[in-house]
């Protein structure tokens, strides 16, 4: 079963806005990460948040993590048409010998119209 | 500076046959990763093998075999294909070090499969 679920499953916004992606986990984590994909191509890596962290910022991303509820978001903010592409939002799970397997979420479809 | 690289990128594949898909890495990482990613399913793991030698199950790896032939390279086998297993299929590559977890994950472009 998924780990990650994330809301909302697709999301339209003219370039300018800002763009809110949500994603709820169900058991402890190590840490979150956020992927993006653009269409036809493999993910990249674009920010990890550790679980004793609460908030992060990486150019024009940021992302909190909130443990008490099992979620975090990702905001980019200034959007631009080259961020339209999916967003994943991907669980490592802590201790075991998972090393550093990660469950992702279900993604949100980010489309930014010029 | 290849990063993760997976071939074929396409395939087309008759119910009953078989084919191995190929991935190599050089970041010399020690864990590899291979995922299915069906539309509205996210990425599931079907295998993944956390150093030479070791490969160990995932979410979904019924209809699959794995060899990790070296550090750089991890193949995944269907031995006999069937429909179900139509999809695109990602290989991945991290540090993954004992008792480390906050390593992110390097992927490649994927192999679209299908499967007739």
């Known amino acids: 079963s998924q780990q990650g679920e994330e809301d909302p499953q697709a999301l339209s916004i003219q370039e300018g806005e800002n763009a809110t992606m949500n994603c709820s986990y169900k058991?402890?984590?190590?840490?979150l990460q956020w992927y993006r994909q653009n269409s036809g191509r493999g993910l990249v890596h674009l920010i990890l948040i550790r679980s004793n962290e609460r908030e992060k910022h990486s150019g024009r991303l940021r992302v909190t993590l909130d443990t008490s509820k099992k979620s975090s978001s990702l905001l980019i903010t200034a959007s631009r048409a080259a961020d339209t592409a999916s967003y994943f939002c991907?669980?490592?799970?802590?201790?075991?010998?998972?090393?550093?397997?990660?469950?992702f979420g279900q993604g949100t479809i980010l489309t930014v119209h010029p | 500076n290849a990063g993760v690289t997976q071939t074929p990128k396409f395939q087309v594949l008759k119910t009953g046959q078989s084919m191995t898909l190929q991935c190599a890495q050089d970041m010399n990482h020690n864990s590899m990763y291979w995922y299915r990613q069906d539309p509205g399913m996210g990425l599931r793991l079907i295998y993944y093998?956390?150093?030479?030698?070791?490969?160990d199950k995932g979410e979904v790896p019924n209809g699959y075999n794995v060899s990790r032939l070296n550090k750089r390279e991890f193949s995944l086998r269907l031995e006999s294909a069937a429909p179900s297993q139509t999809s695109v299929y990602f290989c991945?590559?991290?540090?993954?070090?004992?008792?480390?977890?906050?390593?992110?994950?390097?992927f490649g472009d994927g192999t679209r499969l299908s499967i007739l």
């Open positions: 991907a669980t490592a799970h802590a201790g075991g010998t998972s090393y550093g397997k990660l469950t």
């Open positions: 093998s956390a150093s030479e030698g070791t490969t």
């Open positions: 058991t402890s984590i190590n840490n």
């Open positions: 991945a590559s991290s540090e993954g070090l004992w008792g480390v977890h906050d390593q992110p994950q390097h």
